[in-house]
């Protein structure tokens, strides 16, 4: 067995842990009831997600820089969840020692709680005071990491982001239930003072730092954003890049391990109204085969910046779904990060 075929095998493995980790219910037997028991009565239904029409022209990918091969396989696969399958198409882009070239700094604490870490990548030859990518993972506020074992992701973002000749970061942060909002909030102000203090020595520019955020990392700076407008702060960032995240809280749960289930505290919690205030230039991107509600979430933020005379870049990811959208970073599949590098030296230089 070649090298490819024992680290895709333990990719898969690793990747598939968490689904298999649950305990086992152990049956039991019990006498039978002398009346029958009362049928429950059955779960209402999820009210179906409407995606209001964007006001506002949205950015096509070039979907031609999807491999045909690979592109293919996303369009069989589409929404499915198949996080081993998606991850196979993309690890043979990243060999053994593709980091090496790189200056990596690991598990630096940014906070006081255990997950306030995070990873620093930069070219070992790059210059001082260099524009910085910091990267929020997703993981539906209770679950993924900023690196894992026999797999690149997602290592290989700030990879990509010190290959243009920036400074890129890695952050973990607390997980729900344990910690739910504004635990966000918290972390990303933690961070934030731990970047102003510290990245200049691995070559960063402290004043041109920009917030990329995956799914709940997308939730987390906005709702930093956000309150940094109630606190009549300035954002202190240069820039964010929303994918496939949420922002706006209505009157039905969302995101209930986070922000909770009653609906009436919402209001309080949504960013939406103060994050389309915010002095940070934004980008917010989404997937064809994302779930409908990042297509709603995404238009709801397009629609309400339109509405406050505010202007975002965006763009729709053809061929791509939830999860291929990050996994392609650093690949020769440049749809997303092409547009997302260029925000950055457009915003980077004012």
């Known amino acids: ?13 690793a990747l598939l842990l968490a689904a298999c980790s649950g305990k086992q219910e152990t049956a039991t037997t019990a006498a039978a009831p002398s009346a029958p028991a009362a049928a429950a009565p059955a779960p209402a239904k999820p009210a179906p997600i409407v995606i209001p029409p964007v006001t506002i022209e949205v950015k096509q990918s070039n979907v031609a820089a999807i491999p045909a091969d ?94 243009k000749g920036l400074v890129g970061v890695n952050i973990n942060y607390r ?32 004043n041109r730092i920009f917030m990329w955020g995956k799914s709940t990392g997308s939730s987390h700076i906005a709702d930093y954003l956000a309150d940094r407008v109630k606190q009549g702060k300035p954002s202190e960032i240069a820039g964010a ?13 969302l995101w209930t391990n986070y922000y909770g289930d009653d609906v009436s505290k919402y209001p309080e919690m949504n960013a939406l109204p103060n994050l389309v205030k915010t002095d940070a230039p934004l980008m917010a991107t989404y997937a064809e085969f994302d779930g409908d509600q990042y297509k709603q979430q995404f238009a709801l933020l397009a629609n309400a910046l ?42 980077s230089s004012k």
């Open 241 to 253: 890049i929303f994918t496939s995240g949420s922002f706006a809280l209505g009157d039905t749960p």
């Open 1 to 13: 067995m070649n090298k490819y075929c024992i680290r895709t095998s333990m990719l898969a493995a």
């Open 175 to 206: 997980y729900a239930p344990a910690s739910k909002w504004p635990a966000g909030i918290e972390d990303m102000n933690n961070l934030m003072t731990w970047l102003k203090a510290n990245i200049a020595q691995y070559g960063g520019d402290p």
């Open 70 to 163: 690979i592109a293919g396989k996303l369009k069989e696969i589409g929404t499915k969840n198949d996080i081993a399958g998606i991850a196979a198409l993309y690890t043979p882009s990243f060999p053994e020692g593709y980091l090496s070239k790189l200056n990596v700094t690991r598990d630096l604490h940014y906070g006081p709680a255990e997950r306030n870490i995070l990873d620093v990548m930069a070219a070992k030859d790059g210059s001082a005071k260099r524009a910085v990518i910091v990267f929020v993972h997703g993981g539906g506020f209770g679950a993924g990491n900023k690196s894992a074992a026999n797999t690149p992701f997602y290592d290989n973002i700030p990879y990509w982001v010190a290959s």
């Open 306 to 347: 339109t509405a406050a005379g505010k202007t975002l870049d965006t763009l729709y990811l053809q061929n791509h779904s939830h999860m291929s959208e990050t996994y392609a970073v650093g690949t020769m599949d440049d749809s997303l990060t092409g547009p997302v590098l260029d925000f950055v030296m457009r915003h």
